[in-house]
C-alpha cells in the first residue's frame, strides 16, 4: 500500500511540473510580444523561475527511481 501511495505521489509531482512548465513556456514566448519593458521584465524572470522550478520537479521524480547506493557500500578512494 505504501509503494502506490509513494507512486501516485511521485507521478502527481511528474503531472503537475510537465502542466506548468507548459505554462511557463507559454509565458516566456509572450513576454516577447509587450511592448513596455517593465513588463516584459517582470514576465520574462516570472515565467524563467517557473520554469526552473519544474524541471526541479521533473529531476526529482527522476532521481526517485535512480538506484541507490547500499549503506556499507564505500564510495571513497584513496591514492
Known amino acids: ?6 507512486w501516485i505521489k511521485n507521478v502527481t509531482i511528474l503531472l503537475l511540473s510537465l502542466f506548468f512548465l507548459i505554462i511557463g513556456v507559454n509565458t516566456f514566448l509572450g513576454s516577447f510580444k509587450l511592448n513596455n519593458p517593465i513588463e516584459f521584465l517582470m514576465y520574462f524572470f516570472s515565467s524563467s523561475l517557473l520554469i526552473l522550478v519544474c524541471f526541479v520537479g521533473i529531476i526529482y521524480f527522476i532521481f526517485q527511481f535512480a538506484p541507490k547506493k547500499e549503506k556499507d557500500e564505500i564510495d571513497n578512494v584513496k591514492e
Do not use: Q
Open 1 to 6: 500500500m505504501r509503494i502506490g501511495l509513494i
